[in-house]
């Protein structure tokens, strides 16, 4: 039971991470270009290093496409994070940078990925998660990506914590014939919850599984939450 269980959770991950298509096509006329978005922000933030609203940290080639405001390092103050997307591409990489309020009320650069958002668009300009969003809540930055088709849903928390943005959890559902799968991923703990419910019993019977893998500490601007969860899905498939 349990190797039927992982073989419909681990297909609908790779259909998630390969077959990436939507009913929402990307205007014809956008040409498809690889991204160099990164060495653009990094110059401009090495040459601001505070600034009195968000929009200081954007280059003039890039919008901000979502955007939040919450605590999140506890002081009292609402700190900011900001996607941003290439004006004139919507397939190139886009970025999340994360603002910390001084006390004087200007902004400091905290963090950056070019990692943890997924495209927006896969290669034949379908847009892959609609809708998107961004919150700051409690000290926790939430990153929550919304699809009822085949890539389902990923949610992802990272917490303020040492000076670091660290991952507490991501959770995955999918919808796919016969079967409605969640995954759950604590990396701190080392925990792993999945369940499988079965649609094509009247009653829709779930099974529920938990596992224990090595403790790990993933920090915001280096990992994708897509490629963690791969990781840890494939660490428990033969158990």
């Not at 991204?35 to 505070?50: A, M, Y």
């Amino acid at each position: 039971m349990k190797k039927i269980i992982f073989t419909l959770l681990l297909s609908s991950l790779v259909f998630y991470s390969c077959n990436k298509r939507k009913d929402t096509p990307k205007s014809p006329s956008t040409e498809v270009k690889k991204d160099s978005v990164q060495s653009s922000i990094q110059e401009k933030q090495e040459l601001l290093k505070t600034g009195k609203q968000g929009s200081d940290f954007v280059p003039n080639e890039y919008e901000i496409q979502y955007e939040t405001e919450g605590d999140l390092n506890q002081d009292g103050l609402a700190d900011q994070a900001l996607v941003l997307r290439k004006k004139d591409d919507s397939l190139a990489q886009r970025n999340i940078i994360v603002l910390l309020k001084n006390p004087d009320k200007t902004y400091r650069l905290f963090k950056t990925s070019r990692t943890v958002l997924p495209a927006e668009y896969n290669e034949s300009g379908y847009k892959m998660h609609d809708p998107e969003d961004i919150s700051i809540e409690n000290g926790v930055l939430n990153i929550n990506l919304y699809d009822i088709g085949p890539y389902g849903n990923q949610f992802s928390k990272f917490r303020y914590m040492n000076n670091n943005l660290v991952l507490t959890s991501i959770e995955t559902y999918n919808m796919g014939a016969g079967s409605h799968s969640s995954f759950t991923y604590e990396p701190m703990k080392g925990k792993i919850r999945l369940e499988t419910v079965n649609t094509m019993e009247e009653e829709m019977p779930a099974t529920v599984e938990t596992f224990k893998i090595k403790k790990e500490l993933f920090v915001f601007e280096n990992i994708s939450p897509e490629n963690v969860a791969t990781n840890a899905y494939n660490s428990v498939g033969n158990k």
